[in-house]
């Protein structure tokens, strides 16, 4: 699970908005950047400047849309650990948080930047699981 070991390594990263520094600062979309970074090498886009609202008052969903780029998407129910996700933190507005899926069994786990806390591991619990907007897989080769 070279993906989980990888997000592992960012636990106790403060939360910076738009940072990805492992140790110095992250926001959860800068953890994937960092995972990515380690595991499959360069990043495959220029990420733009954003706002910590994303595209709220547009309703554009710029994450999303990034993750169909260039992640695999998996069906919501097909967890499996090294899994990114992506929540909607209310109904109905657009997807602006993920994380990677750190356990898949009985009582599953996620890694993520979270503003106040920094790079910790949760459980994803009932609130969480009801947030998944979308599940997706590193490309082929890498869990």
Not at 16 to 31: I, N, P
Not at 37 to 46: Q, S
Request: with cysteine.
């Amino acid at each position: 699970m070279l993906i989980v070991a990888e997000a592992r390594r960012w636990i106790g990263t403060p939360y910076l908005h738009q940072a990805s520094a492992m140790g110095a600062g992250t926001d959860c979309l800068g953890l994937l950047r960092g995972i990515w970074r380690t595991v499959l090498g360069a990043e495959p886009e220029a990420v733009p400047a954003y706002t910590e609202d994303w595209a709220e008052p547009s309703r554009r969903e710029v994450l999303m849309e990034a993750a169909e780029r260039w992640l695999v998407p998996k069906a919501i129910g097909a967890a499996e650990a090294g899994d990114v996700l992506l929540f909607r933190m209310r109904d109905g507005n657009i997807a602006k948080h993920l994380g990677i899926q750190s356990d898949a069994g009985a009582a599953p786990r996620f890694v993520h930047a979270y503003t106040g806390h920094g790079v910790i591991e949760s459980p994803l619990s009932q609130p969480w699981q009801r947030r998944i907007a979308a599940r997706f897989a590193f490309p082929e080769g890498f869990k």
